[in-house]
């Protein structure tokens, strides 16, 4: 968990001022802040993350998802056990020092099945395995951790429990942050985050998000922009935070964008010491914004190590970037991209530091 010299580090926001810079006219002040604090507390490095795809099956109905039980028009794919043990082991050798297992809410990957397959990483690399792969009891979870899982990856989405039902059908967002709990208590380091622009959701809810993610005490926090999917109910919508800053549909991409910056920046300020992705989804709104990102507040990147043939099935929201490259490409991408903002590719595990 974030160590405690870093919590006493923090700045304290509350509520109001969050609002405010979330809503005022000139954001840079808070950006140069932000950008301040990620140089004091992780430097100049820029760590990458490699994220590995292992199934689009799922169970639920996420209102918001392409990969929701309901669009029946996707094509479905799961890695064999060897398959993900092979891919993981070569990205560890490529330099990609932290692995993510992300997937569907899939039951073929039950308790035993990811348990055997972290092992057998485990065995063959010292990569840092991080798991996403939804909600689950505390035995599983415990046997994931005892496997040899380092990290679990699991946003809450949105802070407000009425809208968190409604786009997440029959779940309930207690039972999400308990998972986050019981994540904590077994010794992981926790992710977690949400997502911005969701329909339903007010700047209010957005100020609350991010105060939610400072008392969770998160190690990482994901923080993305809302794509509409167009396989899903949420085709055709707008938040009412974007409503509220700017009701000109055109203007959707760059005042989301904004404002998924201007959040990244105040959770750097309010965590000073997590680690804060400049995301795919971000990335993929408008280009340019993961660099953008960069340079207000985030100190991560992810790299989809997914194989070619299936990372465009991997379809949660449409146009994602790099989805027809190797990894191989992507890796000098990556590269490049943190380059060109002054930055360096920053090696190691990249544990919270104490
Ligand atoms: N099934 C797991 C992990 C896969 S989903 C889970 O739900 O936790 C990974 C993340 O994709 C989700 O946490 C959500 O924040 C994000 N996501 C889903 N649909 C999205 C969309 N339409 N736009 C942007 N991000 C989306
Ligand atoms: Fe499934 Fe996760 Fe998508 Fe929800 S967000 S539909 S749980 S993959």
Redesign the pocket.
Known sequence: MAASSSIDRRTVLDRDAILGHLTCQDPSGLFAAADRVRTQEHGDGVMIRGLLEISNH?N?Q?L????RAGNTSLQRFRMTREQIVTEAIAAARSGLETIIL????DWRFGPEVVAGIVAEIRKACDATITL???EFHRGAYALWRAAGADRY???F?TSNQTLYSRLRPGRELRDRIACLATLKDLGYQVGS???VGLPGQTLGDLADDLLLMARLELDMA?I??????PR?P?ADTMSPALIERNDRTAARACDLEDLTLRSVAIARLIMPGAHLPATT?LGSLTSGAREKALKTGANVLMQDITPVALKSLYD??PDRICRTESAAHCGSCMKNKIESVGRYVQSGHGDVRA
Request: aromatic share 10%; glycine share 18%.
């Open positions: 799922c639920e996420c918001y998802c392409g990969l992300q997937a569907g809410e996403s792969l939804g990856l699991l946003k989405e985050g949400n997502m994901g993305g922009p809302f794509i509409p999917h899903t949420l989804a949660i929201y």
